[in-house]
């Protein structure tokens, strides 16, 4: 079965830079979306950063500019990443990696379209 586990997570100062990284098992065709999600305490999940199989990616206006999502392979499994850049504190939350099946369009943000999740990862912005 899918499993995502997420890393990278942890403290930087308002202006500085995280990269998060969610390496996938048990589904290697590099097919599928994936995406990050992230949800403060007392707040909704949001959708941060998605990309398709072609490379196709969308982000939320909130990061645009500032955050980066890319696909890579790290010992022969998939690998997603979030290079986190000009960090605000309003970007500290816990981060979730995510993946669904292919779909046509521009990769979606919604939680709720997506199937398997990673654990999370926190970051938090002083």
Not at 62 to 76: A, C, D, E, L, P
Not at 79 to 108: N, V
Request: proline share 4%; aromatic share 8%.
């Amino acid at each position: 079965h899918v499993q995502l586990v997420e890393s990278g997570g942890g403290s930087a100062q308002a202006g500085g830079s995280l990269r998060l990284s969610c390496t996938v098992s048990g589904h290697d065709d590099g097919s599928g979306v994936m995406g990050w999600f992230r949800q403060a305490p007392g707040s909704e999940r949001e959708g941060v950063a998605a990309i398709n199989s072609d490379g196709a990616t969308n982000l939320a206006d909130s990061v645009k500019g500032r955050f980066t999502i890319s696909k890579g392979t790290t010992n022969t499994k998939q690998t997603l990443y979030l290079q986190m850049d000009s960090l605000k504190p309003e970007d500290a939350a816990t981060y979730y990696c995510a993946m669904r099946p292919l779909i046509s369009g521009a990769p979606p943000l919604t939680s709720a379209q997506y199937t398997f999740w990673g654990q999370g990862t926190q970051v938090t912005v002083s």
